[in-house]
């Protein structure tokens, strides 16, 4: 059984959940409806589905798929539609009852990925659009069971400074309106190279925020850390408050929820390092 997390409505009001992966993703379950049921019994005002859209041709293993009716499908940007289609439907379906359905995505970075990107968002009008590092040199550096496979070709220190070159390439291409969960491998690398890893981004995050900063790129605070068990949200505090300092936006919640149960996961508790941004503006 999946463990059961805090269920109860929140006591903070009008908060949306930026990151949310419905059951179009292959590693996740709900359909939008039971999302949006629940978003209304936890008493948020919104959410924004972002489901995975992972295409690196050289991904090793299956990353680069998608889920439509419960069939397994490359994900490319036709394939995208009907998930498009039942978010915007669930926008419409909501919005009587007072809940504000927010189409977004989560891009899969890799090197050489703008072209596929840029078709991508000229195809749809998508409110907001994350972009989530989660491979390097074609291998998943968060998922359980290939970490071993991606974090054994380096040492901590390389490992970190290639996830760190890729973040801010991300964030140079100015495609996104926000990174996720900066830096992921905080989810399982402590586990295999030892917990100094939570230091060892300080060489390297100056970079990464002035290009948030140039690009206007926003830092999402994904709470997911504390169903992984780390006690702490991506980015860690220290994090959060030197992008805040350098002037970068770090303004919305991602329970980065992959079930109904995940929604909005300690957003009481993270709503203290919200500071208010505009609302996304609907498409
Ligand atoms: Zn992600
Ligand atoms: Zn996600």
New binding site residues.
């Given amino acids: 059984m999946p463990e059961r997390f805090d269920q109860r409505p929140l006591a903070t009001h009008g908060l949306f959940d930026y990151h949310v992966h419905p059951n179009f993703s292959i590693d996740a379950h709900g359909t939008v409806d039971e999302y949006c049921e629940r978003a209304l019994r936890r008493g948020l005002s919104g959410l924004c589905f972002t489901s995975h859209f992972d295409s690196n041709p050289d991904s090793d293993g299956r990353a680069n798929r998608m889920k439509v009716d419960g069939e397994i499908l490359p994900a490319t940007v036709s394939n995208m539609r009907p998930y498009v289609e039942a978010v915007l439907a669930g926008r419409e379906a909501y919005a009587a009852r007072g809940l504000q359905v927010l189409l977004g995505v989560?891009f899969g970075w890799y090197p050489g990925c703008e072209p596929v990107a840029e078709r991508l968002l000229n195809t749809y009008e998508f409110d907001y659009v994350l972009c989530?590092i989660?491979e390097l040199e074609n291998i998943c550096l968060c998922s359980g069971h290939r970490i071993s496979r991606c974090y054994s070709r380096y040492d901590s220190i390389e490992f970190v400074r290639q996830y760190f070159h890729e973040a801010r390439a991300a964030a140079m291409s100015g495609l996104f309106h926000a990174l996720?969960?900066i830096p992921?491998y905080l989810r399982y690398a402590p586990g295999f190279y030892g917990e100094d890893m939570l230091n060892h981004h300080i060489p390297h995050i100056d970079l990464l925020l002035e290009a948030c900063l140039r690009t206007d790129t926003e830092l999402e605070i994904n709470t997911s850390g504390i169903r992984h068990g780390r006690g702490y949200y991506y980015p860690i505090e220290s994090i959060i408050n030197a992008a805040r300092t350098t002037g970068v936006t770090v303004g919305r919640l991602g329970s980065?929820a992959h079930e109904p149960d995940h929604l909005a996961l300690d957003f009481d508790n993270a709503v203290r390092f919200l500071k208010p941004v505009p609302p996304v503006a609907l498409s």
């Fill in positions: 989560e989530g989660h996720a969960h992921y980065d």
